[in-house]
T-cell receptor, first 113, second 114 residues
Framework: GDSVTQMEGPVTLSEEAFLTINCTYT??????LFWYVQYPGEGLQLLLK?????DKGSNKGFEATYRKETTSFHLEKGSVQVSDSAVYFC????????????FGKGTMLLVSP | DSGVTQTPKHLITATGQRVTLRCSPR?????VYWYQQSLDQGLQFLIQ???????AKGNILERFSAQQFPDLHSELNLSSLELGDSALYFC?????????????FGSGTRLTVV
């Protein structure tokens, strides 16, 4: 079946550090890929997406590139802020046929001043 | 505000009881999804409805059931509750199947079974 694997957390960084959260996937078809963010006590918010190979999704300084050859969708940010502290979820859904959104286990990011 | 409304925000109940969680999807979205989030299992897909009909089932227990009404709001019914059912329950909605835009999530209902 389809699945998403994320690096385990927590990832702890100082403010202004570079962030990478790794995400790889296994899919039976051709997926669309997403990053969601969950701030403490809140629901999941869509952070960015990419629907085809080599697409780059970006939002709020975060970026991720859909790499079909390595089946990856790593999340990056050049300079993190304390306010970025949250749990980040990588997810996929097949773009044809039928499927539902499948999530990785989530990676907690803690940014200290 | 995501546009997906879930009520109640918090629910505390005893083992063996039955509860109903409610979700109103974003305006124009026909699909509603229910997810369970727990520390050990992560985000688990439970069930999907599309325009009133059940479309997909995930890891949903037989003690749990759901439905989507003509006005498109959905209810998740949890019965014979056990301590292990304590979790965050999220509702999400989407335009079509969600491949282009993903899902929009509500803020969740935190269920505590004591």
């Amino acid at each position: 079946g389809d699945s998403v694997t994320q690096m385990e957390g927590p990832v702890t960084l100082s403010e202004e550090a570079f962030l990478t959260i790794n995400c790889t996937y296994t899919a039976t078809g051709y997926p669309s890929l997403f990053w969601y963010v969950q701030y403490p006590g809140e629901g999941l918010q869509l952070l960015l997406k990419a629907t085809k190979a080599d697409d780059k999704g970006s939002n709020k300084g975060f970026e991720a590139t859909y790499r079909k050859e390595t089946t990856s969708f790593h999340l990056e940010k050049g300079s993190v802020q304390v306010s970025d502290s949250a749990v980040y979820f990588c997810a996929l859904i097949l773009s044809s046929g039928y499927s539902t959104l499948t999530f990785g286990k989530g990676t907690m990011l803690l940014v200290s001043p | 505000d995501s546009g997906v409304t879930q009520t109640p925000k918090h629910l505390i109940t005893a083992t063996g009881q039955r509860v109903t969680l409610r979700c109103s999807p974003r305006s124009g979205d026909l699909s509603v999804y229910w997810y369970q989030q727990s520390l050990d299992q992560g985000l688990q897909f439970l069930i999907q409805y599309y325009n009133g009909e059940e479309r997909a089932k995930g890891n949903i227990l037989e003690r749990f059931s759901a439905q989507q009404f003509p006005d498109l709001h959905s209810e998740l019914n949890l019965s014979s509750l056990e301590l292990g059912d304590s979790a965050l329950y999220f509702c999400a909605s989407s335009v079509g199947q969600g491949a282009n835009y993903g899902y929009t999530f509500g803020s969740g209902t935190r269920l505590t079974v004591v």
